[in-house]
């Protein structure tokens, strides 16, 4: 330690204060039901008035909210579903590149939007995780990365 951080110690007016951690500006996607313009104008009302909210915008054919400020998603939610009196969760779908298998059981939602399926970060959803040993014979062998591949096709 030198000499300055010890003059600044003995001069420091923060002694005994908690300095406060600054949220970072936050993108959070909630998926919550809306039938008509009086549930969007609702869900719109409940997040607009929190502390730290920069914008709120709504997809309501996608049943989707995507709130932006310097935020905690839980607290989002859990305000929004106060609020509204609606059931409320953290926006469960990716975009259909991301997953590996997007047919996959667990992956595979009907009701997710085009061009969406559900997220899954476990990978005892995915049951195509780990493919058996004959099903990865049968698609290596029609591959076209696998040099010794059938010429036939």
């Not at 970072?24 to 909210?53: A, F, N, W, Y």
């Not at 049951?127 to 059938?150: G, H, I, K, M, W």
Request: proline share 5%; charged share 30%.
């Amino acid at each position: 330690m030198g000499v300055l951080d010890h003059v600044s110690e003995m001069f420091d007016c923060s002694h005994g204060h908690k300095i406060k951690k600054r949220k970072q500006l936050q993108t959070v996607e909630i998926k919550v039901k809306m039938d008509c313009e009086g549930c969007e104008r609702k869900v719109r009302r409940s997040v607009e008035g929190m502390k730290g909210v920069s914008s709120v915008s709504l997809e309501p054919k996608a049943h989707k909210v995507t709130v932006v400020g310097y935020v905690d998603p839980n607290k989002v939610v859990a305000r929004m579903a106060h609020r509204t009196g609606k059931k409320v969760e953290l926006w469960p779908y990716v975009p259909y590149d991301v997953v590996a298998h997007p047919y996959a059981a667990g992956v595979y939602d009907k009701k997710a939007p085009s061009g969406y399926v559900r997220r899954a970060d476990d990978p005892g959803v995915s049951q195509l995780a780990r493919a058996s040993s004959t099903e990865v014979r049968y698609t290596t062998a029609f591959s076209d990365e696998n040099p010794a591949a059938c010429v036939v096709m």
